[in-house]
């Protein structure tokens, strides 16, 4: 599945739905390129697990019973480019899906600059000469 977005939008969303009703001591995990995205397990957020790069900017649907296990990421930037991998697994349930997340750069217009006098050419230069003079 690929998933594209501007840098500068509010988030992403890397939607997952598997089978419902999931067992409560299922596990679910995000990664991409082996950092932690989003750990869930023991019916709790683990975010003592989650990499630096994603504190305070994801957020998991965490509904097992209904399968919707899809993952919000907040704030997008052209560094979170890459696979991302949701597993989830209990005693008898394995699933994987992958992701491959495109954040592209922000376009910036360019903007005429008024033009900067001292580049213009001039035939007569103002600046005084100076003379040798001894004192």
């Known amino acids: 599945c690929q998933v594209e ?11 997952f739905r598997t089978t419902p009703e999931l067992p409560g001591d299922a596990e679910v995990k995000w990664d991409s390129e082996g950092r932690e995205v989003h750990v869930y397990k023991k019916g709790s957020d683990q975010l003592k697990e ?3 790069v994603y504190r305070n900017r994801t957020k998991m649907n965490e509904d097992l019973k209904n399968g919707h296990l899809s993952l919000v990421l907040i704030r997008p930037t052209e560094r979170d480019t890459g696979k991302y991998r949701c597993d989830v697994y209990s005693e008898n349930i394995r699933r994987r899906k992958t992701f491959q997340l495109k954040v592209k750069a922000a376009t910036v217009p360019v903007q005429n600059q008024p033009e900067d006098i001292r580049t213009r050419s001039s035939s007569t230069d103002p600046t005084p000469l100076m003379a040798d003079h001894q004192v």
């Open 50 to 52: 989650q990499d630096q």
């Open 5 to 15: 977005v501007k840098e500068g939008a509010e988030s992403v969303l890397l939607p």
